[in-house]
């Protein structure tokens, strides 16, 4: 159904063209469609849809979705009905997102940016949101330049930083699993970001790296990785993997036995790897940003709910990125009664989500200095099966953003405003 509603928001584009193509003989009809356009109010999202983070792309699109149907039903954006279109970034180019990014901007006007899944695709991104005044709405790229030495006022970031997911794991698997670590990281700013971070915070409480090594994206044998990393007798080998890679280097780690002889953890866990391993290999000690199973947290059965009815699973972290980066547009417009990015983005700095829309034990907020929302992380086990279908996560532990993240001057951050 995921794959089906992407599809339906690309060729949603083809069919209005098409309406115009024919009605271009009926002298009223071009007129009449171009003002019904403008009077939606348009979100953009540039995002995977194909390779190595199809799986989260489309995840964090059905959320969007469902952000945008409850909105519509609610009245829209400042009285108007909103649009979702829709661009495929593809997981790894940078050059495709830009230009993906510009079309979304400056041919079909878009009045917010979401997107990427992809770190440095958000950077790049980033730029050129910046530059053409738009407001930008990063769901799940997790570099911590984003909101931190490449920050923008007019972008904010719904996911995490990779400070953050270091600081909440690195505690607990230095005390269950020991010391000595060695790192299997993606080659490009989200993975080289996180290792940092696990290092920095691994460091303070006595950890050491005996080892590391920077895999391409999109690898497919992890082999002579895995062989490298047992031959350094490590107390934890840390997969920063994420996407199909995470899928791959588990399901081989596993098939080398490594799981009876070397913890194997990390930083990041989705859904989306734990639903594509095999039971087996759903093992590790690892954090979630947000996890579909929270007793006692209002609104979370109603959206789980909403979400199965829509794909026939439960809701991931990135459904609930999608989700909430939506309605963050939505509610800052309507918070500052305008359209102007500039007037959001002081719309957005400090607010607290509604409880509907945060689905966490405290309400997340988008704080001022940096743009990064502090929400709930959460600390546990994958399991190979729990009380229930997709109960793969077990959590162990709550983490509070506000603790993770750290005072917003150590982020790098230098919020500067246009006059």
């Known amino acids: 159904m995921t794959t089906q509603r992407a599809t339906k928001q690309i060729s949603r584009r ?3 063209k098409a309406a115009a193509a024919a009605g271009a003989l009926q002298l009223a009809a071009p007129f009449v469609m171009k003002a019904r356009a403008d009077e939606m109010v348009k979100i953009g999202l540039d995002n995977p849809l194909t390779g190595t983070y199809a799986p989260t792309g489309k ?68 730029q ?29 970031r719904v996911c995490n930083n990779t400070t953050m997911e270091a ?10 699993a020991g010391k000595k670590w060695y790192y299997i990281t993606p080659d490009y700013a989200f993975g080289h970001a996180l290792q940092a971070g696990l290092e920095k915070a691994s460091a303070k409480l006595g950890g050491t790296k005996v080892g590391a090594d920077l895999t391409p994206l999109g690898t497919t044998d992890f082999s002579s990785y895995l062989i490298k990393a047992q031959s350094a007798n490590p107390d934890v080998i840390v997969f920063l993997t994420q996407g199909d890679d995470m899928v791959n280097a588990l399901k081989q780690a ?16 989705e859904m989306e790897a734990l639903q594509g391993l095999p039971p087996e290999a759903r093992i590790g000690s690892w954090v979630f940003e947000w996890y579909w199973k929270q007793p006692g947290v209002a609104h979370v059965p109603e959206f789980v709910a909403a979400i199965k009815k829509i794909t026939g699973r439960v ?57 990064q929302l502090i929400g709930t992380l959460y600390d546990g086990n994958a399991q190979a099966k729990g009380s229930e279908p997709d109960d793969l996560f077990k959590v162990t532990s709550i983490v509070r953003g506000i603790e993770a993240a750290g005072p917003v001057e150590d982020s790098g951050c230098k919020m500067t405003w246009p006059a």
């Open 128 to 156: 050129v949101s910046n530059e053409k005044g738009v407001l930008h709405i990063v769901p799940g790229g997790h570099t911590d330049a984003i909101t931190g030495s490449a920050c923008h006022w007019n972008v904010f």
């Open 315 to 371: 809701p991931t972290a990135r459904t609930w990125f999608g989700f909430v980066s939506t309605w963050s547009c939505a509610l800052a417009a309507n918070q500052a009664k305008s359209l102007d990015a500039r007037k959001m983005a002081k719309a957005l700095e400090g607010m607290k989500l509604p409880p509907e829309v945060g689905l966490m034990p405290e309400q997340p907020f988008y704080r001022a200095g940096d743009h």
């Open 167 to 176: 600081n909440a794991v690195a505690g607990p698997l230095i005390k269950n």
């Open 14 to 16: 083809s069919v209005i």
């Open 254 to 269: 596993v098939q080398f036995g490594l799981d009876k002889r070397i913890h194997l953890a990390g930083s990041q866990q």
């Open 59 to 126: 995840n964090e699109l059905t959320g969007c979705q469902h952000a945008i149907d409850q909105i519509n039903a609610k009245g829209g954006i400042l009285g108007r009905q909103v649009q979702l279109l829709v661009e495929d970034s593809t997981s790894g180019d940078a050059g495709t997102a830009v230009q993906k990014a510009r079309k979304l901007i400056e041919r079909d006007q878009v009045n917010f940016l979401l997107g990427n899944v992809n770190s440095a695709l958000a950077l790049a991104m980033a």
